[in-house]
């Protein structure tokens, strides 16, 4: 399965828990179409506050709706130029032994 990582990185005006907020906003709004279930078991996120970035990654349509959402998001409650967003294949889990 080719997983998929969306790095949104934020400037320092922009409050990391407030862009925390808008983020689970955006899971409950996927929640619509997809489903509770679903969209907790195909999207996740970490928070990396040195760097005042939000990793949100999974492998579905799920996932570009959630991002598309929060960006979204952000663009209306922030502006446009308080964050970048790159896109990456996430790396890969390696099964326990």
């Not at 828990?17 to 679903?38: F, H, I, K, M």
């Not at 492998?59 to 959630?66: I, K, R, W």
């Not at 979204?72 to 130029?81: A, C, I, K, V």
Request: net charge negative.
């Amino acid at each position: 399965m080719n997983q998929m990582e969306y790095r949104f990185q934020f400037s320092p005006e922009v409050d990391l828990d407030e862009a925390v907020g808008t983020l689970r906003l955006s899971l409950l709004a996927a929640e619509g179409p997809y489903g509770e279930a679903r969209v907790r078991t195909e999207v996740s996120f970490t928070v990396e506050p040195m760097r005042a970035e939000l990793r949100v990654s999974g492998a579905t349509g799920v996932l570009e709706a959630v991002t598309q959402i929060f960006t979204s998001l952000l663009s209306h409650e922030f502006g446009r130029d308080t964050f970048t967003i790159r896109r990456e294949s996430a790396p890969t889990a390696v099964p326990a032994a």
